[in-house]
């Protein structure tokens, strides 16, 4: 079975400071992690996937496999940051398997 | 980009009636899924289906129904509403392979009262 956990519902950060979204996970075999944004009212959006070890809009997430997490990481949170945030594993069979979200907000 | 479209965006249903919520998408991606999200739970898998005529149960498939006679549409229908059936839906495709992720669509928000 592949479980995906997010720990933190609910995430403030000012403008300027690092933020760190933490993304836990449980699969037996090599998972393929990604992280989702959704803005409000929007639709979700690709933000990252850990294959293509990109960054984007700042964003990075590092796979640690010893320690089964894929946290998402910024240096600099900006206010257009706010969003809800979803890790997302998929165990091969290209089924999806999201976390409970992470809402965040950037305080100006 | 249309891409994929989901219709309606919101609607309002009785407990009891059946309803059907329509996915359209114009890649031709093999993949399509349907999940319902609700707050602290995330994004549930409700079915997915892998190609025409091929679909395929997912986490809470219980009071669902889905078909698939054409790549490009996935309805999701709900034979009997329940006010636990309230929520938004999510339809997204993808073309599989690895490193793929899914192309959502912009939701729909049912109501059952």
């Known amino acids: 079975a592949q479980r995906v956990t997010q720990p933190e519902k609910l995430l403030s950060v000012f403008k300027g400071a690092p933020v760190e979204l933490k993304c836990n996970y449980s699969?037996?075999?090599?998972?393929?992690l990604f992280w989702y944004v959704q803005y409000s009212r929007q639709r979700l959006q690709l933000l990252l996937r850990?294959?293509s070890r990109e960054s984007i809009k700042g964003f990075t997430a590092d796979l640690n496999k010893g320690e089964t997490s894929f946290h998402l990481k910024k240096p600099f949170a900006q206010e257009e940051d706010s969003a809800m945030y979803y890790c997302a594993l998929s165990g091969g069979d290209y089924k999806l398997s999201f976390g409970a979200g992470t809402t965040v907000t950037v305080r100006a | 980009d249309a891409g994929i479209t989901q219709s309606p965006r919101y609607k309002i249903t009785e407990t009891g009636r059946q309803v059907t919520l329509m996915c359209h998408q114009t890649w031709s991606h093999s993949y399509m899924f349907w999940y319902r999200q609700d707050l602290g739970h995330g994004l549930r898998l409700i079915y997915y289906s892998a190609a025409a005529d091929i679909t395929d149960k997912g986490e809470v498939p219980d009071g669902y129904v889905v078909s698939r006679s054409k790549t490009e549409n996935f309805p999701l229908t709900l034979e009997s509403a329940t006010r636990s059936q309230t929520s938004v839906y999510f339809c997204?495709?993808?073309?599989?392979?690895?490193?793929?992720?899914?192309?959502f669509g912009s939701g729909t928000r049912l109501t059952v009262v």
């Open positions: 850990h294959i």
């Open positions: 997204a495709t993808s073309r599989g392979g690895l490193g793929y992720g899914y192309n």
């Open positions: 699969y037996s075999g090599s998972p393929e």
